[in-house]
């Protein structure tokens, strides 16, 4: 039996999200974005004028609900494949049997993938043949941002069509329709709170399955076929975040945590923050970035933004979680309401650039050491200046080759410390000139 039948025998042991899948356009909910009329993506399914495309999306969004109304609409041939269940034995007898269609029946094959980002790579070069020939038209479907998981040759042939997490709203119209339906729950007795809708619907995550999934438990255990907040609550339980450690979704979180910081926003700062923590995040890779942080984007506008860094990453060695979540708090409320500045930042990426750039230009010769006679007499540390020897601790010189004698890489801000810094660079410089003019 295909996977997007069902038969009357089983519908009893199907899950609810399952029985309640959309077989037409018109039944799906949401994602209007793709399918609303005029979109393209509906355009081309009812047309049945498919080229290969990758279905891109958070789980329960309708990925294979979609590859379910393609299989109903098309006349082409459609053949489902899990990447999870399914081998590349089976993709090479999938793709001979779609030649041979195609050679002496004249039928175009539809291969819709599920969880393409399963196979690897180099395991998904067996599918590029095929779609090159016009022999398989692929359909991928992938919770996974495409473009790191699939082949960058099969990425090029294919389009891809972004699909979003369900409104609240539209999770709402999900649970309303389920309840009566006669593939649904049945029931069009139940009774369920205003409350507890609410709480399905924004609780979810906007994964349709997991909303419908809590709406069956709820609806098995409810009282006088009456759900309420509380039952509601007791079926949904707590939810796992959406956070992939090895994926997209780990890179958008501490994405949001760092801007937060940057933007002085201590309040977005703690809720991503908490966001990793929940998720079971390591909390030495969320140090290790805030390390990084106090000195790309703090660097000297405050000089005690690293040390406390470094002695958050101390504390979290020393007291481990739960308690060090404290620490971590702590360190990043200071990072997030410190003065910024990326000078130190910045300049050392000048400086890469131009030692890039100007190669290996020679070291003046009065900065070099000349630990021999034959040094010595070749004028190694001539003319050097020894800064203690000078009133205020230092008298003008130059440090950089004579060629980019000019450069200047470090450049404080009128924040913090810094402030001060530039104002002591002002008082060297003026001491130049009044040296100069003597």
Same mark, same amino acid.
């Given at each position: 039996?295909?996977?997007?039948?069902?038969?009357?025998?089983?519908?009893? #042991?199907?899950?609810?999200?399952?029985?309640?899948?959309?077989?037409?356009?018109?039944?799906?909910?949401?994602?209007?974005?793709?399918?609303?009329?005029?979109?393209?993506?509906?355009?081309?399914?009812?047309? *049945?004028?498919?080229?290969?495309?990758?279905?891109?999306?958070?789980?329960?969004?309708?990925?294979?609900?979609?590859?379910?109304?393609?299989?109903?609409?098309?006349?082409?041939?459609?053949?489902?494949?899990? +990447?999870?269940?399914?081998?590349? =034995?089976?993709?090479?007898?999938?793709?001979?049997?779609?030649?041979?269609?195609?050679?002496?029946? +004249?039928?175009?094959?539809?291969?819709?993938?599920?969880?393409?980002?399963?196979?690897?790579?180099?395991?998904? *070069? +067996?599918?590029?043949?095929?779609?090159?020939?016009?022999?398989? %038209?692929?359909?991928?479907?992938?919770?996974?941002?495409?473009?790191?998981?699939?082949?960058?040759?099969?990425?090029?042939?294919?389009?891809?069509?972004?699909?979003?997490?369900?409104?609240?709203? *539209?999770?709402?119209?999900?649970?309303?329709?389920?309840?009566?339906?006669?593939?649904?729950?049945?029931?069009?007795?139940?009774?369920?709170?205003?409350?507890?809708?609410?709480?399905?619907?924004?609780?979810?995550?906007?994964?349709?399955?997991?909303?419908?999934?809590?709406?069956?438990?709820?609806? !098995?255990?409810?009282?006088?076929?009456?759900?309420?907040?509380?039952?509601?609550?007791?079926?949904?339980?707590?939810?796992?975040?959406?956070? *992939?450690?090895?994926?997209?979704?780990?890179?958008?979180?501490? !994405?949001?945590?760092?801007?937060?910081?940057?933007? !002085?926003?201590?309040?977005?700062?703690?809720?991503?923050?908490?966001?990793?923590?929940?998720?079971?995040?390591?909390?030495?890779?969320?140090?290790?970035?805030?390390?990084?942080?106090?000195?790309?984007?703090?660097?000297?506008?405050?000089?005690?933004?690293?040390?406390?860094?470094?002695?958050?990453?101390?504390?979290?060695?020393?007291?481990?979680?739960?308690?060090?979540?404290?620490?971590?708090?702590?360190?990043?409320?200071?990072?997030?309401?410190?003065?910024?500045?990326?000078?130190?930042?910045?300049?050392?990426?000048?400086?890469?650039?131009?030692?890039?750039?100007?190669?290996?230009?020679?070291?003046?010769?009065?900065?070099?050491?000349?630990?021999?006679?034959?040094?010595?007499?070749?004028?190694?540390?001539?003319?050097? =200046?020894?800064?203690? #020897?000078?009133?205020?601790?230092?008298?003008?010189? %130059?440090?950089?080759?004579?060629?980019?004698?000019?450069?200047?890489?470090?450049?404080?801000?009128?924040?913090?410390?810094? =402030?001060?810094?530039?104002?002591?660079?002002?008082?060297?410089?003026?001491?130049?000139?009044? #040296?100069?003019?003597?």
């Amino acid at each position: 039996m295909d996977l997007f039948e069902q038969t009357a025998q089983d519908r009893t #042991n199907t899950p609810l999200a399952e029985r309640m899948r959309p077989q037409s356009l018109d039944d799906i909910v949401g994602q209007q974005h793709l399918l609303g009329q005029g979109k393209l993506l509906r355009q081309l399914i009812e047309s *049945d004028q498919l080229t290969s495309i990758i279905f891109w999306g958070p789980p329960g969004t309708g990925k294979t609900t979609l590859g379910r109304v393609i299989a109903n609409c098309t006349k082409s041939r459609f053949v489902f494949f899990s +990447a999870v269940l399914g081998s590349i =034995k089976e993709v090479r007898e999938i793709v001979a049997e779609a030649k041979q269609q195609r050679a002496y029946h +004249a039928h175009k094959t539809l291969l819709f993938v599920d969880e393409i980002h399963r196979f690897n790579k180099a395991q998904q *070069d +067996a599918f590029l043949p095929s779609v090159e020939k016009g022999e398989i %038209t692929l359909i991928g479907a992938t919770t996974e941002n495409p473009s790191f998981e699939v082949n960058s040759a099969l990425l090029s042939r294919s389009r891809v069509f972004v699909l979003e997490s369900l409104a609240p709203e *539209d999770l709402k119209t999900l649970l309303i329709r389920a309840i009566p339906a006669q593939q649904g729950l049945n029931n069009p007795e139940l009774q369920i709170e205003d409350a507890a809708l609410n709480f399905f619907a924004e609780q979810s995550g906007g994964d349709a399955r997991s909303a419908l999934g809590a709406l069956e438990v709820a609806a !098995s255990t409810a009282q006088q076929n009456h759900i309420t907040l509380h039952t509601a609550q007791e079926a949904l339980q707590k939810k796992a975040l959406l956070y *992939d450690k090895g994926g997209e979704e780990h890179y958008n979180v501490i !994405s949001a945590f760092i801007k937060s910081m940057r933007g !002085s926003d201590p309040d977005g700062a703690l809720y991503w923050l908490a966001r990793m923590l929940e998720s079971g995040e390591d909390p030495l890779f969320i140090v290790r970035r805030m390390v990084i942080f106090a000195s790309e984007d703090i660097g000297n506008s405050d000089p005690r933004a690293l040390q406390i860094s470094l002695a958050v990453q101390q504390a979290v060695h020393f007291v481990g979680l739960p308690e060090a979540r404290i620490n971590l708090a702590q360190g990043v409320t200071y990072l997030a309401t410190a003065p910024k500045s990326n000078a130190s930042y910045a300049g050392i990426n000048e400086a890469i650039a131009e030692v890039r750039s100007s190669g290996p230009l020679a070291v003046p010769k009065h900065i070099r050491n000349a630990p021999t006679k034959l040094m010595k007499q070749l004028g190694y540390g001539e003319g050097y =200046k020894y800064a203690h #020897n000078y009133q205020e601790g230092f008298t003008e010189q %130059t440090y950089l080759p004579d060629e980019i004698a000019t450069k200047k890489f470090y450049r404080p801000t009128q924040r913090g410390y810094e =402030k001060m810094i530039q104002e002591r660079m002002n008082q060297q410089k003026n001491c130049n000139v009044k #040296n100069n003019d003597k």
